[in-house]
């Protein structure tokens, strides 16, 4: 009897994990790269992507009067752009809970939210008048929930106004709003 119930466990075990696998991909973008400068670059960028890096572009020159167009065009671009460089190099599988799995037990090199938040400072956070970045962190220390991101703003602003750069939540594809505007995490400035 013992017997037979351990077999129907495992055997609704081996489903599981089957159903779960299945409801799991790959994810790649094709055409991307860095040229010698160390930008991102694209063969083409569609239409989709040109809306999302002109309406970050648009999010991050309201940040203040100050803040200098080319400044805001750079980190707009990258922001969305980048995330797909890095969505390869991480080997990138889809949801991203699943992926971190992978990461944890060793099965991809990097791709925790806390690595796209760093990789994304590296590559986004050069020496800028009128911008400044942050890491953000929501949750912290629930090892279920916690979750980290890139969050930018004007020079001299405050935390709470800024703008999350999050390409985890959506496994490559960036999602951005204000902190104040984001109901799923309760964004704070990481601190040691």
């Given at each position: 009897m013992i017997n037979l119930h351990i077999k129907k466990i495992t055997a609704m075990g081996l489903v599981f994990n089957l159903l779960i696998l299945s409801a799991c991909s790959s994810v790649g973008f094709k055409d991307v790269g860095l040229n010698k400068q160390g930008n991102t670059v694209v063969s083409a960028i569609n239409a989709t992507d040109n809306t999302k890096i002109e309406n970050l572009y648009q999010a991050i020159l309201s940040l203040g009067p100050n803040i200098k167009p080319s400044e805001a065009q750079f980190v707009a671009r990258e922001a969305v752009l980048y995330p797909k460089v890095l969505a390869n190099r991480y080997q990138l599988t889809s949801p991203p809970l699943y992926h971190n799995v992978l990461v944890n037990y060793g099965y991809r090199p990097r791709g925790l939210c806390y690595q796209w938040t760093r990789d994304m400072g590296l590559q986004i956070n050069r020496p800028m008048k009128s911008l400044q970045f942050h890491h953000g962190v929501a949750f912290r220390r629930d090892y279920w929930r916690e979750h980290s991101t890139l969050v930018v703003t004007a020079k001299g602003?405050?935390?709470?106004?800024?703008?999350?750069?999050?390409?985890?939540?959506?496994?490559?594809?960036?999602?951005?709003?204000?902190?104040?505007?984001?109901?799923?995490?309760?964004?704070?400035?990481?601190?040691?």
């Open positions: 602003q405050a935390f709470n106004e800024g703008i999350i750069l999050d390409p985890w939540r959506h496994s490559g594809t960036l999602f951005w709003s204000r902190i104040k505007d984001d109901k799923k995490y309760p964004w704070v400035k990481f601190t040691n």
